[in-house]
């Protein structure tokens, strides 16, 4: 009789693994043993191929691009290194006379010359190794949104310290000139020159800055035109004068309502005894600020 639970216990048991057995068995009956498959055929990877072939598409329009670019710099370098030569006694960095700065940029550096510190030789150019840049610009500019890329040359030549003669000499056009003389306060000793290499009438110009500089240096300026330099650039440095007064007072002006506004949250936290105390704070401290004044004035 005390058997008898673990006799109940073991039949049950093995009534469960007996369903079990069967629920198996029928569930592997009802399944197919063996799933027809189709051969795979080349059309099943037309996204694929697709792809491939615009990455391959992507990567030879870059490389070409970049190989045309160093061309063009290439190019441009040899058929005015000789000029550059005589002008200047360091021409390059000494290892290579161009240096890449990326696909459509290369710099030229010079130095060692009468009246002139340094120069900077910047060719820029389209970047043709960037088939998306080159088409939103293109559409963009048949709108008028930007200006069509073209491949210039930026010169710069940072003058000498001891120059004399200290203006700035500027051929603008003029529908920016005015808004370049307004807004260019940070001119400097320098004279920057920017033209387009493929232009034939600018072959000429990469002896401009050079000559310039010769010029600068042997020009003698009337008492009238250096009294009217002067005079403008008095003009000048009482606008920008100005200008920054006006940011120092709206700077001030937002740091007040700034304090102010963290001030006014601050009260809103306080019980009604301590806003008190503060209200009757702050009327004592205007009384004090009255009282001053009255005794300045006496």
């Known amino acids: 009789m005390a058997n008898r639970p673990l006799i109940y216990l073991a039949a049950s048991l093995m009534t469960v693994l007996a369903s079990e057995e069967k629920t198996s068995a029928a569930t592997t009956a009802t399944l197919p043993t063996d799933y027809p498959?189709?051969?795979?055929?080349?059309?099943?990877?037309?996204?694929?191929?697709?792809?491939?072939?615009?990455?391959?598409?992507?990567?030879?329009?870059?490389?070409?691009?970049?190989?045309?670019?160093?061309?063009?710099?290439?190019?441009?370098?040899?058929?005015?290194?000789?000029?550059?030569?005589?002008?200047?006694?360091?021409?390059?960095?000494?290892?290579?006379?161009?240096?890449?700065?990326?696909?459509?940029?290369?710099?030229?550096?010079?130095?060692?010359?009468?009246?002139?510190?340094?120069?900077?030789?910047?060719?820029?150019?389209?970047?043709?190794?960037?088939?998306?840049?080159?088409?939103?610009?293109?559409?963009?500019?048949?709108?008028?949104?930007?200006?069509?890329?073209k491949d210039r040359m930026d010169v710069t030549l940072t003058f000498d310290k001891e120059l004399k003669n200290k203006f700035v000499f500027a051929i603008l056009d003029k529908t920016i000139a005015k808004d370049t003389h307004e807004k260019r306060f940070d001119l400097d000793l320098k004279m920057t020159l920017v033209y387009d290499i493929n232009d034939t009438k600018s072959a000429s110009l990469v002896e401009f800055p050079c000559a310039f500089v010769d010029t600068l240096s042997n020009l003698n300026l009337t008492g009238e035109v250096i009294t009217k330099l002067?005079?403008?650039?008095?003009?000048?440095?009482?606008?920008?004068?100005?200008?920054?007064?006006?940011?120092?007072?709206?700077?001030?002006?937002?740091?007040?309502?700034?304090?102010?506004?963290?001030?006014?949250?601050?009260?809103?936290?306080?019980?009604?005894?301590?806003?008190?105390?503060?209200?009757?704070?702050?009327?004592?401290?205007?009384?004090?600020?009255?009282?001053?004044?009255r005794t300045k004035r006496a």
Not at 63 to 70: C, D, L, V
Not at 244 to 269: M, N, S, T, Y
């Open 37 to 149: 498959l189709r051969p795979l055929e080349w059309t099943d990877f037309i996204t694929e191929i697709v792809c491939i072939c615009f990455l391959i598409l992507y990567v030879l329009i870059w490389w070409q691009g970049a190989r045309s670019n160093t061309n063009i710099a290439t190019k441009w370098a040899n058929a005015n290194v000789d000029y550059l030569r005589e002008q200047f006694s360091l021409v390059g960095s000494g290892k290579a006379t161009l240096v890449k700065d990326g696909p459509a940029d290369y710099l030229l550096y010079t130095s060692g010359r009468r009246n002139v510190q340094f120069g900077h030789w910047w060719l820029k150019l389209k970047p043709r190794n960037d088939p998306v840049s080159n088409v939103i610009t293109l559409v963009f500019s048949l709108f008028g949104w930007v200006k069509p890329i």
């Open 230 to 293: 002067n005079k403008n650039k008095a003009e000048l440095q009482k606008i920008f004068a100005k200008r920054e007064a006006e940011d120092r007072a709206e700077e001030i002006a937002k740091k007040k309502a700034d304090a102010k506004r963290a001030q006014d949250e601050r009260l809103k936290k306080l019980s009604p005894s301590e806003q008190r105390k503060f209200d009757e704070k702050e009327r004592n401290r205007e009384k004090k600020k009255e009282m001053k004044k």
